[in-house]
């Protein structure tokens, strides 16, 4: 099992769940429950957005593991916009109430990193993919090549990654997040063998998502 050195809630989310617990609290002594009854709704909601429990992390050397938690919204072949290659696409979309960490599908060296600043259409239409706000990183690993892409959503503004080029990432390691809503698209050579379908429901790390040839 992997750790993490912040168990069950993630750093990105202290500011957040401190500032409106202190305020929730604040409220209740000086106003009462009617007035501080909302800031609570918003302390829970953060509580349980930033939340980031460890993983069992599978240990197949083929496996490409899912990079976030949330539901299969796009498997397709496509042309990979960073690599300029032949792909197969697989997306993730997570909503609101999604564990938000970004978590490595495989070992291997980062070979570069791209951000490119964009929109903020929903991660749920795949125009998303293309004209969002977006963080891109090249894997290369075991002699194959996969790009993992942080896509901003509609009301995500922060995407962090806390990587560059010349890292290197073990599966399951936690290298970014991406704040209220968004997806991310793994690019994976086009002989991988997908084990998802649309529609699925799957979680960072624990769910094997493909397997390289």
Request: positive net charge; glycine residues 8%; hydrophobic residues 40%.
């Amino acid at each position: 099992m992997n750790s993490y050195p912040h168990p069950l809630l993630a750093r990105e989310g202290w500011p957040f769940i401190i500032g409106t617990g202190v305020v929730a609290t604040a409220l209740t002594y000086a106003c009462g429950w009617g007035w501080a009854a909302p800031v609570w709704v918003i302390f829970i909601f953060c509580v349980q957005f930033f939340r980031d429990p460890p993983r069992l992390i599978p240990q197949g050397e083929k496996d490409v593991l899912s990079p976030a938690d949330g539901r299969i919204v796009a498997i397709e072949p496509v042309r990979d916009p960073w690599l300029d290659r032949d792909a197969l696409k697989v997306s993730v979309f997570m909503n609101v109430f999604n564990v938000h960490s970004n978590r490595s599908p495989l070992d291997g060296e980062i070979k570069q990193v791209w951000y490119h600043p964009g929109k903020f259409v929903n991660a749920d239409l795949a125009k998303a993919s293309t004209e969002n706000e977006r963080n891109a990183l090249w894997i290369h690993s075991r002699g194959h090549d996969v790009t993992c892409v942080q896509v901003a959503g509609l009301i995500a503004r922060r995407i962090l990654c806390y990587v560059k080029a010349g890292d290197t990432l073990t599966r399951g390691q936690r290298y970014g997040f991406i704040r209220f809503g968004s997806r991310v698209d793994l690019y994976l050579p086009t002989d991988c063998r997908v084990k998802v379908t649309i529609g699925e429901k799957v979680s960072a790390t624990t769910t094997v998502l493909a397997e390289l040839p």
